[in-house]
């Protein structure tokens, strides 16, 4: 008797599970990811073999750029009530009888990135929407004897959030001098610990080293 032959068929997946699924991640991360800004200037970092994590809060990062200019950044607290940032431009204004706008102080705690100006230029900073024109506006804060306003944004910074970690990411080529000088002024507001931020240095390993 002959034997039956089945007819033979491809087999179908069905994607479209996989298709929707896919389309809902890519836009709960298009959503809720935020785009790192670049910082005012650019930073070569050191390298060490340290594998110690910087901070996510509670952080003062003064940025050392290789043209000696100094920049400064915090972050707005461990939580958002808080809101830190507009608490120390308060501060700052205060200091130098300058009274910023509530959509001032909104647009400096959504800043992204690092800030280096003279805090006379703050409020033009800020109100103005003109990225080209932002960044000539970063010269840099002062840190002369006559005018050290980086020592004000320190206690400042201080004042609003009293543990506050300091962190120093400097470029392999700032000026000794201005390196020098921060410190100093770090010192001078009581602030002795302080991380330095660098690269991780691949270290390659002696397996006969290794064995002795």
């Known amino acids: 008797m002959p034997k039956i032959k089945l ?3 491809s087999p179908h997946i069905d994607m479209t599970p996989m298709v929707d699924l896919f389309s809902v991640v890519l836009t709960f991360l298009m959503l809720t990811t935020t785009m790192t800004q670049p910082e005012p200037a650019p930073v070569d970092t050191p390298h060490s073999i340290s594998e110690k ?3 996510d809060n509670n952080t003062l990062t003064l940025l050392l750029s290789k043209d000696n200019k ?3 950044n915090f972050d707005n607290g461990p939580d958002t009530l808080l809101k ?3 608490k120390i431009l308060i501060e700052m204004g205060k200091r130098y009888n300058i009274e ?3 959509a001032e102080l909104r647009a400096f705690q959504k800043y992204p990135s690092s800030i280096g100006l003279p805090i006379n230029k703050m409020k033009d900073f800020l109100d103005t929407k003109d990225n080209k024109l932002r960044l000539a506006m970063e010269t840099g804060i002062p840190i002369d004897s006559t005018d050290n306003q980086l020592a004000d944004w320190i206690f400042s910074t201080r004042t609003v959030n009293p543990a506050v970690q300091a962190c120093i990411k400097g470029d392999a ?5 201005v390196v020098k000088r921060v410190l100093d002024i770090m010192a001078e507001k009581n602030v002795f610990k ?3 931020i660098t690269t991780l240095e691949a270290v390659k390993t002696n397996l006969t080293e290794t064995k002795k």
């Open 7 to 9: 007819p033979t068929k």
């Open 53 to 55: 994590l910087t901070p």
């Open 70 to 72: 100094v920049f400064l």
């Open 84 to 86: 830190f940032r507009p």
């Open 100 to 102: 910023f706008t509530d």
């Open 173 to 177: 080529k700032t000026g000794f001098e």
């Open 194 to 196: 302080f991380d330095l």
